[in-house]
């Protein structure tokens, strides 16, 4: 069992930056491929970026590309999800997932164990 808890969510206004981070607790955690979803009003939950176990191979939504930036800190279990130049359509609840797969993809069923989500809110 994986645990994940996400945190660094919060209000910005548009332009602005935010750095959620996902801490990973139990058997193996380090080993999990780590991927950020999100979830904004009325839609369904989408991929945005997933990094390997090893963090040496990453693969980004084209939305958020050059925008956004994951990364992993294997001494402390935890990933990071930087975010710049927010814009409005980034509102979302923000999910970390986990994935026992080498390349998980951006398909939600690869993923194994899903934290909670922490909220985004970006104002115009």
């Known amino acids: 069992q994986v645990q994940l808890v996400e945190s660094g969510g919060g209000l910005v206004q548009a332009g602005g930056s935010l750095r959620l981070a996902c801490a990973a607790s139990?058997?193996?955690?380090?080993?999990?491929?780590m991927g950020w979803f999100r979830q904004g009003p009325g839609q369904e939950r989408e991929f945005v970026v997933v990094?390997?176990?090893?963090?040496?191979?990453?693969d980004y939504t084209d939305s958020v590309k050059g925008r956004f930036t994951i990364s992993r800190d294997k001494a402390k279990n935890t990933v990071y999800l930087q975010m710049n130049n927010l814009k409005p359509e980034d509102t979302a609840v923000y999910y970390c997932?986990?994935?026992?797969?080498?390349?998980?993809?951006?398909?939600?069923?690869?993923?194994?164990?899903w934290g909670q989500g922490t909220q985004v809110t970006v104002s115009s």
């Open positions: 139990g058997r193996n955690a380090n080993n999990y491929a």
């Open positions: 990094i390997s176990w090893s963090g040496q191979s990453t």
């Open positions: 997932a986990a994935s026992s797969r080498m390349i998980p993809g951006p398909g939600m069923n690869a993923y194994e164990y």
